[in-house]
């Protein structure tokens, strides 16, 4: 079968954001190292604190993208490690809200100082508007993303 234009266009996409993963997942690997964490852990961080609430692992596994199984796993370890704080969910009776600790707080915040540093290096000759556009089609992407034609 023959691609169409922008099927071969989608592909290699696809192929630059798997390069671009790994790289990011071995910075943030970095990164985190210094608070025992990984580029894993520290996503989870993030999806609580930007979601400003209480979250359960079905939904921070919606937000990243991510299996409930792999997400529940980190939870787990993250929880043990003082990280995270698990309670009852009155709206579910296993899905237990997960929050940050005093101590998952302060390293997200650090961590999120850290970022800025290495973002604003990695972003400054880079085309706002490219930017801007690379997103949206990233976003579009996703909003679009369609695992039952496989």
Request: with cysteine; charged share 25%; aromatic share 6%.
């Amino acid at each position: 079968m023959k691609r169409h234009k922008n099927a071969e266009l989608f592909k290699e996409i696809i192929l630059e954001i798997f390069k671009l993963h790994g790289l990011l997942n071995t910075v943030g690997d970095t990164l985190t190292n210094e608070f025992g964490l990984s580029s894993a852990r520290w996503k989870v961080l993030g999806a609580i604190f930007l979601a400003e609430s209480s979250q359960t692992v079905p939904q921070i596994a919606k937000t990243m993208g991510q299996s409930r199984q792999a997400i529940q796993k980190i939870v787990t370890a993250m929880n043990k490690d003082g990280f995270l704080t698990l309670e009852e969910n009155p709206h579910h009776k296993t899905a237990k809200l997960i929050s940050l600790t005093q101590k998952g707080k302060e390293v997200f915040l650090q961590l999120d100082e850290k970022q800025i540093v290495w973002s604003n290096s990695c972003s400054k000759n880079l085309d706002n508007n490219k930017l801007r556009s690379t997103i949206e089609i990233l976003r579009e992407i996703s909003n679009d993303f369609d695992c039952e034609s496989l």
